[in-house]
């Protein structure tokens, strides 16, 4: 189902800043990078608080149009009253079947503003954040199965190890994994105090550190984060129109390390380096930003979320 926008309704207190219920990172590099056209047809593929939709926004006319992905239903609240963005309730993974739907075939460009928001990290029942009570859950669509309990109760002890070597760089994933199989048993684990008490004598180094990349673990396993970026990035170069663009900003180095071998090769296995060789991409895709761009002082100091955020652009040949 594709719905056409709604006014946006007042925003409660998040993250100590009123009305916020996320802050774009790097958003004026992401515009410039983006050099949105008034009349230009342009994707946020994910929407979020609606930060950067707006800017896109500003910069259109009546004749622009924007398309606004995304997955968790919470997102649909901050929709601007303007009848020239149309939001899309999927991921997106999907992003050339619901054009299509629209009739839309090529696009100017496309932003996609990775990983948990601001909301999602301070909204405590939805289990993404190590600092609250709630169920073992990290679902980003509430209408999947799959959640991070069934993950740490179901899994193999060689598929956890795996998941928390790859997606966490868990230092002692061997040891963990085994932990939670040969305990999940008999301690319950359904909520995040449950799986951070069992699980507190393998706890190497700072906890909070520790449990944090053991949570990236879970949550990029539970919503297939990985698969769906590079899902995304298969669509762009027949989707982009040539001059068009595409700014990806991530927040872990899985992620930017996805997008960097993509935008150069056109593949996703790390490229060999041959420094007298001229990097040219195989798949119509110029790349804009030979190094990622990342925050400025300013930023770091008003927004510490940024600190992360890595953005890389594109442009179709």
Do not use: W
């Amino acid at each position: 189902m594709i719905m056409k926008k709604k006014p946006t309704p007042g925003k409660s207190e998040l993250n100590n800043v009123p009305g916020d219920y996320h802050v774009p990172v790097l958003l004026r590099e992401t515009m410039d990078g983006l050099q949105v056209k008034p009349a230009g047809i342009y994707v946020d593929c994910t929407f979020g608080g609606g930060g950067h939709a707006k800017e896109i926004l500003s910069h259109l006319n009546k004749d622009g149009k924007l398309f606004a992905f995304d997955q968790d239903a919470d997102a649909k609240s901050n929709l601007p009253d303007d009848d020239r963005i149309i939001f899309v309730p999927s991921n997106f993974r999907h992003l050339q079947r619901f054009l299509r739907l629209h009739k839309v075939d090529k696009v100017d460009g496309v932003l996609a503003d990775l990983g948990v928001s601001s909301h999602q990290f301070d909204e405590a029942a939805r289990g993404f954040s190590i600092r609250y009570e709630a169920a073992l859950d990290m679902r980003m669509d509430q209408r999947q199965e799959l959640t991070a309990y069934d993950v740490v109760h179901d899994y193999t002890e060689q598929q956890l190890h795996k998941l928390f070597e790859q997606y966490g760089e868990v230092s002692n994933s061997k040891t963990l994994a085994k932990t939670i199989v040969s305990l999940r048993t008999t301690m319950p684990m359904k909520t995040i105090e449950n799986f951070k008490t069992a699980l507190d004598p393998v706890v190497k180094g700072n906890p909070n550190r520790y449990f944090a990349q053991v949570f990236q673990a879970l949550r990029i396993e539970v919503n297939d984060e990985l698969g769906a970026l590079r899902e995304l990035l298969e669509q762009i170069p027949s989707l982009l129109k040539p001059g068009g663009r595409v700014a990806i900003i991530t927040f872990h180095s899985l992620e930017d390390r996805v997008v960097k071998n993509y935008f150069r090769k056109g593949a996703f296995e790390e490229a060999e380096e041959h420094p007298f060789e001229n990097i040219v991409s195989s798949h119509e895709l110029k790349i804009i930003t030979k190094k990622p761009i990342t925050a400025s002082p300013e930023e770091l100091s008003a927004n510490p979320r940024s600190r992360s955020a890595k953005l890389r652009i594109a442009e179709k040949i």
